[in-house]
């Protein structure tokens, strides 16, 4: 659906009133196109001493063709309007390396291109080799946190935790959150493990890989379809019988096969397993997307709206995984993607239901991934905030206005942003992802 407010916003007299009112002023925000660079201009890079990390970054941004210079080449202080700012902070040892982060982002900071990116790159603060060191990477969440929300103009602001000696598995985190595919992921933490290393054609990452998407029919699910099958994947839509004729659309668009089923099933766990193994010879991704809202007040909440959230959302995830993995449908190296919400974050009044089953996704990410790390098997979860969806478009104007305003990007979000975090999850080459819970919400203020 359009955000008629944007449109409007971007006229003259949008702009004028804009102006003189101090209203929201979002920035149209570019999405990933086909043939497109990771990264369209200049690059500074800089970090606190020399590390390994700092340089596997300075080789992928070599990779990727960026223009960098590093920040003690004195770029920092020219005219250049960088499009990404880089800064390896794993060197910072203690709370006295944090001068580093004040000295080279004040004077870039400001220069920072439309919908530019900042990515700060730290040591895992639990795996860190002293308390001092722990401290001070720690900090770098609340530094991160608070210029997502300084920045204007559409520009992002992430912190990358790398376990040690996770250099080598840095490449597919940072290809995202450097290009457009990252657009409305702020604000966030991702953390990298050590894993094989895995390498993939970035054009095609999930060249013969064959994934199943819930929910596929619409909304999100579709353009997690289309940009699963986009990157190389053969997916298998799962849908329920009456959104035939939606799924149809998407499966012959995308390719693949199509599964009409009812998650909730009895034997939807069985029915999963089957169409994968005998129309594909397995599976490698499984994202868990179909779910469903019965928004009361626990107070009049009837006990068959409670159970049908829980049934959808939490459940039929839970039940599908331990029946794909127990059965080996599911290849070791695969990947498993639960779709959680801010609400199961925050809370939402109105949504114990729902905030319960998406908690639970959390929970279900948490519970398995070290158990599935032995088999090479990562689980991941998005947490979408506000994403322009037929859902979305149910909620009532005044909450849906001040839904889609309340975050640092002051717009909602498209399915194609919640997509590209799953095909991000899902790439063998993020062998080292595993176990993180990435918002897709342009850094809502629910749950922050
Ligand atoms: P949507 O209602 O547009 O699409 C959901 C799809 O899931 C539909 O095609 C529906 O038929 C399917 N589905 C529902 N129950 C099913 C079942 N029992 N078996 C098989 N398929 C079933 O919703 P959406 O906005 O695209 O949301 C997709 C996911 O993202 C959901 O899990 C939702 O909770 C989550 N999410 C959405 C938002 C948002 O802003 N739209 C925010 C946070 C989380």
Known sequence: MTDRYQTFTRTPLGQALVKNLGLPDPTPLPRWRDGARVIDGPVVFGSIGETDTG??????????????????????????????LVFDATGAASTADLSSLQRFFSPVIRQL????????????PELAASPE?????RALEGFTRSLG???????????????????????????????????????????IGTGPLVATDPT????????????????????????????????????????????????????GSELLLDVTAIDAPQRTAAHAEEHHGGLDIVVHNAGITRDKRLANMRTDTWEAVLDVNLRAPERITAYLLESGALRDGGSVIGVSSIAGIAGNNGQTNYATSKAGVIGLVQAYAP???????????????????????????????????????????????????IAWFADPASAGVTGNVVRVCGQSMLGA
């Open 113 to 124: 291109g439309a919908a530019g990116r900042v990515i700060v790159v730290g040591r895992t």
């Open 55 to 84: 340089k596997a970054i300075q080789a992928l941004l070599r990779d990727v063709g960026a223009n960098f210079s590093t920040a003690a080449e004195g770029v920092a202080s020219s005219e250049l309007r960088p499009k990404a």
């Open 371 to 421: 158990k599935l790390a032995e088999r090479q098997i990562r689980i991941n979860a998005v947490a979408p905030g506000f994403i322009e969806t037929e859902m979305t478009a149910r909620v009532p104007f005044a909450i849906r206005e001040v839904g889609r305003r309340i975050n640092s990007l002051q717009q909602g979000g498209q399915p194609v942003d919640v997509a590209e975090t």
């Open 204 to 255: 095609q990452p999930l060249a013969g890989q064959i994934a199943l998407v819930t929910g596929a029919a619409r909304g999100i699910g579709a353009a997690i379809a289309d940009t699963l099958a986009r990157d190389g994947a053969t997916v298998i839509g799962v849908d329920v019988p009456q959104n035939a004729n939606d799924l149809r659309k998407v499966i012959t668009k995308v390719g």
């Open 133 to 137: 060191q722990q401290i001070a990477q």
């Open 149 to 191: 929300k300084e920045v204007k103009r559409g520009a992002t602001v992430n912190l990358v935790y790398a376990a040690p000696d996770a250099h080598d598995q840095l490449e597919s985190t940072l290809r995202f959150f450097l290009s457009p595919k990252s657009a409305y992921v702020d604000g966030q933490v991702a953390r």
